[in-house]
């Protein structure tokens, strides 16, 4: 069952801030979050297991909420270089299958 | 380290042809998933190797696609014989172990166009 992202595509100035929102009809076991920049492979971010950990590195963090089956990506103060497609990735079988979403495309312009 | 690696970076055939691709994961990674990436979509697991053996391959089309991991290392995948909607970027990723809990690194894909 393939995750629902959204929004679908988001405009962001340098310095303001973003939520990528990641939602499951199914139970979630884990969360992969990547980034892909236009023509290269998808790079990983972090991974959120089950237990409702909130991890994060540098301004881009995120949030697991298992009861209602949904995963949050948060960037703040935006840089030009997180432009790119975030793609979230969900297990809802239990450790062994990662299905990812149709992404959404983040564009920062100065 | 070096990444996972993928080989050719692009191929063009006609409809009806067959073409391979070729991974070579991240040493030490036991497990490998091929991918399909259509423009504009999040990719596609098509099957999921553990060692040599397969762990999925629900979303393989095995009227035409073919793939094999040798001697739990390098992988290939086959495409026979190839319709227009193949066209998309394939792509390799190995991780550490199957468990979702793990990262997948991805290699930098190759480009199929189907004419």
């Known amino acids: 069952q393939q995750p629902v992202q959204s929004p679908q595509a988001v405009i962001l100035r340098e310095g303001e801030d973003a939520v990528i929102n990641c939602s499951s009809s199914?139970?979630?076991?884990?969360v992969h979050w990547y980034r892909q920049k236009h023509g290269e492979a998808p790079v990983f971010l972090m991974i959120l297991l089950k237990g409702g950990e909130q991890k994060g590195h540098d301004k881009i963090s995120a949030s697991f909420n298992e009861k209602k089956q949904q995963s949050s990506l948060y960037l703040t103060a935006s840089q030009l270089s997180y432009s790119g497609t975030y793609f979230c990735?969900?297990?809802?079988?239990?450790?062994?299958?990662?299905?990812f979403g149709a992404g959404t495309r983040l564009f920062v312009k100065a | 380290e070096a990444g996972v690696a993928q080989s050719p970076r692009y191929k063009i055939i006609e409809k009806r042809q067959s073409v391979a691709f070729w991974c070579n994961p991240i040493s030490g990674h036991a497990t490998l998933y091929w991918y399909q990436q259509i423009l504009g979509q999040g990719p596609k697991l098509l099957i999921q190797f553990q060692n040599n053996g397969v762990v999925d391959d629900s979303q393989l089309p095995k009227d035409r696609f073919s793939a094999e991991r040798l001697k739990g290392v390098d992988s290939t995948l086959k495409i026979q014989p190839a319709k227009l909607e193949d066209s998309a970027v394939y792509l390799c990723?190995?991780?550490?172990?199957?468990?979702?809990?793990?990262?997948?690194?991805f290699g930098p894909g190759t480009r199929l166009t189907v004419t």
């Open positions: 199914k139970a979630l076991y884990s």
């Open positions: 990723a190995s991780s550490l172990d199957p468990g979702s809990s793990y990262e997948q690194y």
């Open positions: 990735g969900t297990d809802n079988t239990g450790g062994f299958k990662t299905i």
